[in-house]
């Protein structure tokens, strides 16, 4: 049993698809299938049910995935401590980030930290909070960064700043700068998906504000920001984004931005870690840079491209 085993299995599990696993680890396929083949012959066990579609862990495979997990923080937690005498900073960050820190935050925090330590690389999926929050507690990310305050004794939280998002329309539709509520209900809505953290704090605010968002027309749902403000551009419909993605988009979208009374709604940007995790020297110091850079931030501070305080 070797770590490139015990990676290909989390992977997989992860993934439920050999190939996803493969191109997630820059492995081959049948790479990947050697690896979960030679882990089952060693253990005697099943760890996966193979289907036409997908593979799912068999009650062998959950009852080993902990052991695994466990074995792959044991040597993060050996590569720390002899990475920190050598005062040496290398090797691979995995990062489940929502939207807005994807676009607000990594950038800079990237930028900044490979001017310091180049020798390190990313890992970067764009998710849903539900869906991150799933890959810190399964340890196949390092790092987490979610739009909505988390609440559990499973992770470590850093809250970073409060995010305030607008809602926006097609220069052409003349939308006023302030509308009421039920005016709301005239326009085709293009939502974020059911799991996004912006939609749940705005269905929320709409609720507290006595709104039947049952009664709302949703056009589109999509979690890819690029789509659903072309579409808003088009005339489809209003959506909703991060004030200071807004700001990004406008500058070359025909788009404006709107309030409606009596609804603010405003998201919590934190990061998260495992608690079980022991996260790399890379990770460790990657973290420590983003609550440097982000908690409790300005708009200076967030939309500056130049200027970086020190490690």
């Known amino acids: 049993m070797d770590f490139k085993q015990l990676e290909a299995f989390v992977n997989v599990a992860k993934y439920k698809n050999f190939s996803k696993a493969g191109k997630a680890l820059y492995l081959s396929q049948p790479t990947i299938s050697m690896h979960i083949s030679n882990l089952e012959k060693e253990l005697g066990v099943s760890l996966f049910d193979r289907t036409s579609k997908e593979v799912n862990l068999t009650p062998s495979g959950h009852e080993f995935m902990r052991y695994a997990l466990d074995m792959i923080n044991m040597k993060n937690h050996a590569l720390h401590d002899m990475m920190r005498a050598n005062d040496t900073i290398k090797g691979a960050i995995q990062i489940s980030t929502s939207s807005t820190p994807n676009l607000i935050i990594l950038p800079k925090a990237i930028h900044t930290f490979q001017s310091l330590?180049?020798?390190v690389c990313f890992f970067i999926e764009?998710?849903?909070t539900n869906l991150i929050l799933?890959?810190?507690c399964a340890l196949t990310a390092d790092i987490?960064?979610?739009g909505m305050h988390v609440v559990s004794d499973r992770f470590a939280t850093h809250a970073l700043f409060d995010d305030d998002f607008v809602f926006v329309a097609a220069d052409h539709m003349h939308v006023p700068p302030?509308?009421?509520?039920?005016?709301?209900?005239?326009?085709?809505?293009?939502?974020r998906s059911a799991q996004s953290a912006t939609r749940i704090e705005l269905e929320r605010n709409f609720v507290e504000q006595g709104l039947d968002i049952s009664l709302l027309d949703t056009v589109v749902e999509t979690d890819d920001l690029n789509l659903l403000m072309v579409l808003v551009e088009k005339g489809l419909g209003i959506s909703y984004i991060s004030k200071h993605i807004f700001e990004q988009y406008q500058k070359s979208l025909a788009i404006s931005a709107f309030s409606i009374k009596g609804v603010r709604p405003q998201k919590h940007i934190e990061l998260i870690v495992n608690k079980r995790r022991t996260l790399s020297p890379a990770a460790e110091d990657f973290s420590k840079l983003i609550i440097r850079l982000f908690q409790n931030h300005d708009d200076e501070n967030c939309n500056s491209k130049s200027v970086y305080p020190p490690l």
């Open 117 to 119: 330590h180049p020798d």
């Open 126 to 128: 764009e998710k849903s």
């Open 134 to 136: 799933e890959d810190v």
């Open 144 to 146: 987490g960064l979610v």
């Open 178 to 191: 302030v509308i009421e509520l039920s005016d709301l209900r005239q326009f085709k809505i293009i939502h």
